[in-house]
């Protein structure tokens, strides 16, 4: 799918990774994950929070009950060492505006809320490298800034990001890696 | 970890009732058309009796692993929960765990009254919810296995079907020998033992192949 790629991500970095449809870019951040091990080469990475192209939340269970879990398992598998949660579930839930829906089943919840839903789980999980495929995808403005500003805390917080994304992430654009054409 | 997953499984088949149902009204109805079937030969049913409460109990149980990891595959949970699980034995422990609380013991619990449509000797009826306890865990296992292989597979019903009944097997045979040699008033111990013994292979060894299995689902997507 690409060949001769050399990435190097130091904390406090953000990577946006760009390139047409079908050129890798959602492979590659399953490559990163660990989710994907039919490759040749290298990685060295560190255990990775994704958010993948589904948003990783269950739809019979609310907002909270998704993150409830997210957070438990997540602590309970926490390595040692590992700076736990910084923020309750409220917290998280509060952050990407779900507290009034917090308690309906995902299911009937808007596509941009899922969305949300999805992304409040990087905000509990204790890792320090975040693989974000499409954050932007179902937002509206303001969930699109949140993203931004999102990525720009966690940078800035000693933590390192690789996004695939077709829209611009705000500030954070400054590193973009191109994948070539389609397969 | 297991309290977290368990919690987390046990509130998703809270909310989807129609899968507990679904499972319990096949082997009813399954049972009540055999009952039907024979007529009011009352001795001919008794003699089959052990092997249809077998087969549909098999057949109930396949049921309700189709949706065992496929709603969490659709959402993206799957791969969370892959990225999560730490062991993973543990959480898919927990998973299979809600699946058999709502199948095989639900079965059991029902066993009585489907011994009773088939006109089995209520002698045999404690017998039978025994085998009945030790034999379906061994079920949930092994059938996680296959419905962790065959996830990512679009109408993957009957592929898991194949890949599952011939595991399921071993199961039937001492599942059934042992209810038929109570009903007929035989104290057979050993496959009872032997029922035991299938369900303490499945619980030490399929937790990690369910792991592996999810993995290779997930390549695929």
């Keep these: 799918m690409f060949r001769n790629l050399n990435l190097d991500l130091p904390a406090g970095r953000c990577v946006v990774v760009r390139g047409p449809n079908g050129s890798g870019k959602s492979t590659l951040l399953r490559l990163a994950a660990g989710l994907y091990p039919d490759y040749e080469g290298g990685i060295e990475a560190a255990d990775a929070f994704y958010l993948g192209q589904k948003p990783g939340i269950s739809g019979l269970l609310s907002p909270r009950e998704n993150l409830q879990w997210y957070r438990r398992a997540g602590l309970s598998a926490g390595g040692a060492g590992s700076p736990r949660a910084k923020r309750s579930v409220d917290e998280a839930m509060a952050a990407v505006g779900l507290e009034a829906c917090s308690e309906i089943p995902c299911a009937r919840l808007s596509q941009g809320q899922q969305r949300r839903a999805g992304l409040a789980r990087a905000l509990l999980s204790p890792l320090r490298l975040w693989l974000l495929d499409e954050p932007l995808t179902a937002l509206d403005a303001q969930g699109r800034s949140l993203v931004g500003r999102f990525i720009e805390d966690h940078c800035a917080g000693g933590g390192a990001a690789m996004c695939a994304s077709h829209q611009p992430l705000g500030a954070m654009d400054s590193a973009a890696i191109e994948l070539g054409g389609g397969r | ?221």
């Design chain 2, 1 to 221: 970890m297991f309290a977290a997953q368990f919690r987390r499984e046990w509130l998703c088949v809270a909310r989807a009732r129609d899968e507990i149902l679904n499972p319990l009204a096949f082997l009813f109805l399954g049972v009540l058309l055999f009952a039907m079937a024979f007529g009011g030969d009352d001795e001919a049913l008794s003699a089959y009796a052990p092997g249809i409460v077998w087969v549909l109990v098999l057949l109930a149980n396949l049921m309700s692993l189709e949706i065992l990891f496929r709603r969490d595959f659709e959402d993206g949970t799957l791969e969370q929960f892959v990225l999560l699980a730490r062991p993973p034995f543990v959480a898919v422990l927990a998973k299979v765990a809600v699946q058999w609380c709502v199948t095989g013991f639900a079965i059991t619990a029902l066993a009585p009254l489907a011994a009773l449509m088939l006109s089995m000797p209520p002698e045999a009826v404690p017998m039978l919810m025994l085998c009945l306890l030790l034999g379906t865990p061994a079920l949930s296992l092994l059938g996680a296995v296959g419905a962790a292989l065959t996830v990512g597979v679009r109408k993957g019903g009957v592929l898991l079907a194949l890949l599952v009944l011939p595991l399921y097997l071993p199961v039937l045979i001492f599942g059934v020998s042992a209810t038929a040699a109570w009903a007929g008033g035989a104290a057979e111990w050993a496959q009872i033992y032997w029922l035991a013994g299938f369900t303490m292979l499945a619980l030490t060894l399929s937790p990690f192949a369910v792991a592996a299995a999810v993995k290779i689902s997930l390549e695929e997507c």
